[in-house]
Every structure is written in C-alpha cells, then in structure tokens.
T-cell receptor, first 113, second 112 residues
Framework: GESVGLHLPTLSVQEGDNSIINCAYS??????FIWYKQESGKGPQFIID?????DKRQGQRVTVLLNKTVKHLSLQIAATQPGDSAVYFC????????????FGTGTRLTIIP | EPEVTQTPSHQVTQMGQEVILRCVPI?????FYWYRQILGQKVEFLVS????????KSEIFDDQFSVERPDGSNFTLKIRSTKLEDSAMYFC??????????FGPGTRLLVL
C-alpha cells in the first residue's frame, strides 16, 4: 500500500546553520508533494510544494528536492531561526482525481540558540 | 491573508453523544476536507467534499461520520455517537485547485 515515511524523527540544529529534513514515499504514482510545518497546538502550515515534473523548487529560505528515481523528498531550510522549531511533515497526493493527502509521521526540528 | 477558521477550539463530550465540528473555509475555495490527528501521530485523511457531495472518504469515515455544507460559508463534520477512540485533533482544510490544501487551527475533541 502507499505510505509516506520520514527517515529521522528528531533533528537538532544550531541557530544559523542549515537543516535538511528527509522523506521517503512509496507511491510512484504520486504527482504532487507538499511540506507542512506544524507548531504545537496548531494546524499544518503550508511551506512549499513541488510537482512530479520538477526536481527542485526554491522559496524563501527553503528548498525542496525531489528524486523520483529513489522516491525521496527533502526540505532544506537555510540559516535556521528559533521560529523554525516545529514538526515538519511531508505529504503526497496521488493523481487520477485522488483527493487526499497522505502524510508522513513527521520530524521534530529543534533549533538550538 | 484569508485563513480557514474552526470552532470550537476545544470540545469535551461524553461517549455516545453527538458532536458537530464547524469550519469556515477560505471564501473562494471549492474543495473541502477533514483530517484528524491522534495525539503524537500523523495527520490522517477523513473525507473530501466538492460540489455539495463527498468525493472521497477513508476507512475511518464510517457511518458515524457525516459532512455538510449547510450554507455558503460553513462546512461541518458530525460524529453521531462518539467513541473514546474519536479523541483527536480534527482539522478542516480547503483549496481552490485540488492541490495545495490550507489547514485550519483544529478542534481538539476529547471523548470521556
């Protein structure tokens, strides 16, 4: 069955350093991927997305990389700040009218001041 | 910036009681969703709704669950007879385009 998983459940990074959060997915038919940030007690907040016809997309301080060959997704956060501390989820969406997002288990990122 | 809103933020109920969770999606969005997140676990899809009907639902979304868009702004999730295992955060989401889904802040449901 389809699943989206994360390699590391926790990650601690020194403030100002770059961080990389990884995600593996198993549904090769998925055509759209999103990274969400979730702070304690809040809903998932959209960070960045990427379609399967791309392998890289950049936003403000964030970059998402997609490797379809090995079904791997990563989120790079540059120059981390204390406000980046949160749980990060990758999510995938299938094609052919499939509506749902399938979420991974999440990585807790802690920025050390 | 427009946001998805949800009420109440917290709901405590007795097992067997009915609850209605309410959501106001972003105004120009056409696709609406409910997800839930049991404490410490990942977010799970429940149901999607478009053009006044369910377009997809998960195995979790059994006969105890129903959704409704009673007017032009609200989107509700009803649980007819709550069970202990229904305790979770419930998130509403909406999108204009069947891609990026924007989530509300959630309703924390506790069934006693």
């Amino acid at each position: 069955g389809e699943s989206v998983g994360l390699h590391l459940p926790t990650l601690s990074v020194q403030e100002g350093d770059n961080s990389i959060i990884n995600c593996a997915y198993s549904n090769s038919a998925s055509d759209y991927f999103i990274w969400y940030k979730q702070e304690s007690g809040k809903g998932p907040q959209f960070i960045i997305d990427i379609r399967s016809n791309m392998d890289k997309r950049q936003g403000q301080r964030v970059t998402v990389l997609l490797n379809k060959t090995v079904k791997h997704l990563s989120l790079q956060i540059a120059a981390t700040q204390p406000g980046d501390s949160a749980v990060y989820f990758c999510a995938e969406k299938g094609n052919f009218g499939n509506e749902k997002l399938t979420f991974g288990t999440g990585t807790r990122l802690t920025i050390i001041p | 910036e427009p946001e998805v809103t949800q009420t109440p933020s917290h709901q405590v109920t007795q097992m067997g009681q009915e609850v209605i969770l309410r959501c106001v999606p972003i105004s120009n969005h056409l696709y609406f969703y409910w997800y839930r997140q049991i404490l410490g676990q990942k977010v799970e899809f429940l149901v999607s709704f478009y053009n006044n009907e369910i377009s997809e639902k998960s195995e979790i979304f059994d006969d105890q669950f129903s959704v409704e868009r009673p007017d032009g702004s609200n989107f509700t999730l009803k649980i007819r007879s709550t069970k202990l295992e229904d305790s979770a955060m419930y998130f509403c989401a909406s999108t204009p385009s069947r891609e990026t889904q924007y989530f509300g802040p959630g309703t924390r449901l506790l069934v006693l």
